[in-house]
């Protein structure tokens, strides 16, 4: 009789299982759909990171692949929701930027998250220059004509971001401090919207992520001033840095990863990992990563974590030398 009644209760959770879509601890992991939260609109770099990986990782997990915009707060909205409102069950994952993961921390007062005790890093995906651009309207052809236009008329420019505590916004505080101007911060809710804008003239001024404006440099709709790597990008070989420009020292990547909800366990972190490395070993995804204008940077949680850890210091640094602040 009991084993009669261990058969039905067990046959009942497992029909409760398949209703509900949650995964029993015996199955492999993963037994269902993966809810991928990209903290930022549609069409900017991040977005597109992720729109590569979906389809590799369904086609190697077996399982479907949701993406998940979530903008908002410079990228803290959809951060804090993996971090704090997810279960830790390995079937929420996190498009992580560096904006959410190390400026933001210093640059809002408060935050529903901490990146580094409420996430765990599972791989970093990228790692991008930025590109100092204006619209062709402005007649600035080049670094130094930037430099003495907003010397000689410093309220005169605007400046588009990704939002407020994205390497872009952070990006403009660098060189206004550097430079000693006053360029206009101009937020967008992501960098889609704020390239669009930039594109149509409305602002004329942005501190872009290479990837997503290279298309536009190429066929002349922006015009590429100076680049914020410590070395000049393969992609614009006779674009020089800012640190070169007169401006040393002067450095601003913008780098991306997955990471999860801490707790989630160790296995399940690894799995993804070892799908992810095994994706950018594979000749024509890496070509087409790498057209985004990264690139490819896999490695272990670990590696992930320590640059999390040391992007935190340095960038809170540099953001309290800029005086820059969202609250």
Do not use: C
Not at 101 to 123: E, G, H
Request: net charge positive; aromatic share 6%.
């Amino acid at each position: 009789m009991n084993n009669k009644r261990t058969t039905v209760l067990t046959l009942a959770l497992i029909g409760l299982a398949a209703l509900t879509g949650t995964a029993r601890a015996d199955e492999p992991y993963p037994s269902k759909p993966i809810r991928f939260v990209v903290p930022y609109p549609p069409g900017g770099p991040t977005d597109l990171m992720a729109r590569l990986l979906q389809p590799e990782m369904q086609q190697r997990l077996g399982v479907t692949i949701v993406i998940e915009n979530k903008g908002g707060a410079g990228g803290n909205v959809g951060s804090a929701d993996v971090a704090k409102q997810a279960p830790a069950d390995g079937y929420t994952i996190l498009l992580a930027a560096s904006g959410p993961m190390a400026v933001n921390q210093t640059l809002f007062k408060t935050m529903a998250y901490s990146p580094l005790t409420d996430l765990v890093p599972v791989i970093q995906l990228s790692s991008f220059p930025l590109v100092l651009e204006v619209h062709p309207s402005t007649g600035i052809k080049n670094i130094k004509e930037f430099i003495a236009q907003t010397k000689a008329r410093p309220d005169a420019f605007t400046y588009a971001s990704a939002g407020n505590g994205t390497p872009q916004h952070l990006a403009g505080e660098i060189y206004n401090k550097a430079a000693g101007t006053r360029l206009g911060h101009v937020p967008y809710r992501g960098a889609g919207p704020a390239l669009n804008d930039l594109l149509g003239g409305q602002v004329k001024v942005m501190f872009d992520v290479l990837g997503s404006s290279i298309q536009y440099i190429n066929t002349g709709k922006l015009t590429p001033l100076a680049v914020t790597s410590a070395q000049r990008s393969p992609s614009l070989p006779n674009v020089p840095t800012l640190a070169e420009s007169g401006y040393p020292g002067f450095e601003v990547t913008a780098w991306h990863g997955i990471a999860m909800r801490s707790g989630t366990p160790p296995e399940m972190v690894k799995k993804l990992n070892t799908t992810l490395l095994t994706i950018f070993k594979d000749p024509a995804f890496r070509k087409k990563w790498e057209q985004l204008g990264t690139p490819i940077v896999a490695g272990t949680p670990e590696q992930f974590g320590q640059l999390i850890r040391t992007e935190s210091v340095r960038l809170g640094r540099v953001v309290r030398e800029s005086g820059a602040s969202v609250d």
